[in-house]
């Protein structure tokens, strides 16, 4: 157990509207990282952190915000959210001593 | 940039019987390879990794993987299947970031049924 929850766990939304997720970890990891997962593809990373206010882009950012002001908390935006990130999203960190990512239960998202 | 292709995207097997998930992957440098199980509505659980040394590694619940850097493979194995391993798998590359850190990219899993 790796410490990490995410919230909402699900969430319904309409189209063009904000949605923000949040994953709050516990191990106080440096790297932390949102992934999207949908049928087909995987798992894909959207962006990822590697320390406070410290982020990057992964393969599939487009339309898709982060930020990072506490080392426990990674926050997820979607600005204006559409039916394509219709989704089940994954937060992990990454052990350091391990080299090891550790994902937490996932949140499903729904936009009609 | 690096890739993972796991060709195979179901696999159904007779409890007790032995299985074989293949991985092949593509990056440039050494990788660090992973799987990974996910039950039904669960997240991901960590298998197995390699990144250096003996290339037979061995992980929880029975599961074993092979890295074969001239077939750019890492295949999972597991010698007698349980019902309960029916799940879906997936394999992972690591690329090391600049600065620590690594960042993962994965194949789009295999899906294990278990017949009784």
């Known amino acids: 157990d790796a410490g990490i929850t995410q919230s909402p766990r699900h969430k319904v939304t309409e189209t063009g509207t904000p949605v923000t997720l949040r994953c709050h970890q516990t191990?106080?990891?440096?790297?932390m990282y949102w992934y999207r997962q949908d049928p087909g593809h995987g798992l894909r990373l959207i962006h990822y952190?590697?320390?406070?206010?410290?982020?990057d882009k992964g393969e599939v950012s487009d339309g898709y915000s982060v930020s990072r002001s506490k080392t426990e908390d990674f926050l997820l935006t979607l600005e204006s959210a559409t039916s394509s990130q219709t989704s089940v999203y994954f937060c992990?960190?990454?052990?350091?001593?391990?080299?090891?990512?550790?994902f937490g239960p996932g949140t499903r998202l729904t936009v009609l | 940039a690096q890739s993972v292709t796991q060709p195979d995207i179901h696999i159904t097997v007779s409890e007790g019987a032995s299985l074989e998930l293949r991985c092949n992957y593509s990056?440039?440098?050494?990788?660090?390879l992973f799987w990974y199980v996910q039950s039904p509505g669960q997240g991901l659980q960590l298998l197995l990794k390699?990144?250096?040394?003996?290339?037979l590694v061995q992980g929880i619940k029975g599961f074993e993987a092979e890295f074969k850097r001239s077939q750019s493979s890492f295949n999972l194995r597991k010698p007698s299947v349980h019902w309960s391993d029916a799940a879906e798998y997936f394999c992972?590359?690591?690329?090391?970031?600049?600065?620590?850190?690594?960042?993962?990219?994965f194949g789009t899993g295999t899906q294990l049924k278990v017949e009784l």
């Open positions: 990056y440039g440098a050494t990788p660090y």
């Open positions: 191990e106080n990891h440096r790297y």
């Open positions: 390699y990144f250096s040394g003996d290339t």
């Open positions: 992990a960190t990454l052990s350091g001593g391990t080299d090891t990512q550790y």
């Open positions: 992972a590359v690591g690329a090391v970031l600049t600065g620590g850190g690594n960042k993962l990219t």
């Open positions: 952190s590697y320390g406070v206010k410290d982020t």
